[in-house]
């Protein structure tokens, strides 16, 4: 593959059903469907007071996370901004913890006291959900600067969106991501619309995919509604960083159906350009289609995990309500670690 500052790969195209097997594309279609379904679930209990503060749901974008983490090994880490609950999922956090965060209670993550936001595991390889634009991208190339220090082989991924592409620090981190050859894969979600405003009117450049051309990061624009074409880029942009090739730059064109946050009634676009997006490039859709129509898996085979999915959000939304909330003791644990000099 070429690299240097040209190096742009154009994949708008469908990635074809011999690049997956079964089992794996069985796998990435039950994952999202646990994130779309955990997400709906997310928004009827905003909807009903039971989760205060910003909201941003993951909807429509599925296929970005689930097909990025399968390119993952254990130990390579995830960093991304303030719509994370996806990124969590696909992590493997447990839903009940996830919900049981967003609702404040003693149950979640962060024991009720980061909300959607602003919740971690260690465990899973996840730093955070950042309510910050574009801050999170700085922490990911230090997540890479250790990695590299270390010499442990493992990859850290940087998910921002479009408009946080904008951001200063997201241009110096990649900066220092080149000069110093980290195993960091910056992952921009491109879902068109920064808050309200369209990427057309907010970048001159309509190729993201680009911006780190001036620093030798080589970069792809990748169908972010297409799972297959998601793993088939991630695992090349992965094994180019564990390889010591340095740092590398995906595009995932995709798009959310929900506003930017719930508080959003999203007046800037139509329905109709939503309800064409739902009807013709809808991730879980076009996995089911291709698992049925090219791997033989029927509709009682989706129908057995239709019902496990439905069954752990719900679990999760019952978990969260019954958890109770933190204590006030809470407010003095997690802020301060002593440590030696």
């Excluded at 690049?19 to 009827?44: P, T, V």
């Excluded at 798009?255 to 013709?280: F, I, L, N």
Aim: charged share 25%; glycine share 12%.
């Amino acid at each position: 593959m070429a690299q240097g500052t040209d190096t742009a790969i154009k994949r708008r195209g469908k990635a074809t059903p011999p690049a997956a097997n079964q089992a794996s594309l069985f796998r990435a279609y039950r994952d999202m469907l646990l994130i779309r379904r955990f997400e709906e679930k997310a928004g009827q209990l905003y909807g009903m007071g039971l989760i205060g503060g910003f909201c941003h749901l993951y909807i429509g974008q599925e296929a970005v996370v689930v097909g990025m983490q399968m390119s993952l090994q254990p130990g390579d880490q995830v960093i991304t901004s303030y719509r994370d609950h996806g990124h969590m999922l696909a992590t493997g956090m447990e839903a009940r913890g996830v919900m049981a965060e967003l609702t404040g209670r003693i149950g979640g993550y962060s024991k009720g006291k980061g909300g959607s936001m602003h919740m971690f595991s260690r465990e899973k390889g996840f730093y955070g959900g950042h309510g910050i634009v574009g801050a999170q991208v700085s922490l990911g190339a230090g997540l890479a600067f250790a990695n590299m220090y270390r010499a442990d082989g493992h990859v850290a991924l940087a998910y921002f969106g479009e408009g946080a592409s904008s951001q200063g620090q997201v241009f110096e981190s990649m900066n220092l991501a080149a000069l110093f050859k980290l195993p960091c894969v910056f992952v921009i979600e491109n879902n068109k619309y920064g808050m309200g405003t369209s990427v057309e009117r907010a970048s001159a450049s309509l190729d993201l995919s680009k911006n780190g051309s001036p620093w030798g990061i080589p970069g792809e624009q990748v169908n972010g509604m297409d799972v297959l074409a998601v793993h088939e880029a991630g695992e090349r942009a992965v094994a180019h960083c564990r390889a010591g090739l340095g740092p590398y730059l995906l595009e995932m064109k995709t798009y959310r159906y929900r506003g930017h946050s719930m508080s959003d009634p999203a007046k800037y676009r139509t329905r109709e350009e939503v309800q064409k997006m739902r009807e013709q490039s809808d991730c879980i859709e076009t996995a089911r289609k291709l698992l049925m129509e090219s791997h033989g898996v029927t509709e009682a085979d989706l129908k057995v995990i239709d019902d496990e999915v439905k069954a752990i959000v719900t679990d999760a939304a019952e978990f969260a309500q019954a958890s109770p909330e933190p204590d006030e003791s809470e407010l003095w644990t997690d802020i301060l670690i002593e440590g030696t000099r």
